[in-house]
Nanobody, 117 residues
């Protein structure tokens, strides 16, 4: 079973930056869209940012202008550059991929991002 593997989480001070990466553990045919979601304790999982194979991006209002999503199609890798981080950004960030004509969905295990002084 192919999974998505995230890296790059950690502890950072408010105003700092982190870069998350996500890549599949094996081969996934025809990835249509990759993205990042997050879930803070007591909250529902929410969309952070997505990017299609054609490069179309979508951001949550709360991160637009601070976060940048990008991807390397050849490596099936997606990145999330997070700048000007706030304590409210603290959450488990999970990678998501839709593939095979948007029929198949894959998730990563998640990586913890903590913004605290």
């Amino acid at each position: 079973q192919v999974q998505l593997v995230e890296s790059g989480g950690g502890l950072v001070q408010p105003g700092g930056s982190l870069r998350l990466s996500c890549a599949p553990s094996g081969s996934i045919f025809s990835i249509n869209r990759m993205g990042w979601y997050r879930q803070a304790p007591g909250n529902q999982r929410e969309l952070v940012a997505t990017i299609t194979s054609g490069g179309i991006t979508n951001y949550a209002d709360s991160v637009r202008g601070r976060f940048t999503i990008s991807r390397d199609n050849a490596k099936h890798t997606v990145y999330l550059e997070m700048n000007r981080l706030k304590p409210d950004d603290t959450a488990v960030y999970s990678c998501n991929a839709l593939a095979g004509g948007w029929k198949y969905e894959y998730w990563g295990q998640g990586t913890q991002v903590t913004v605290s002084s």
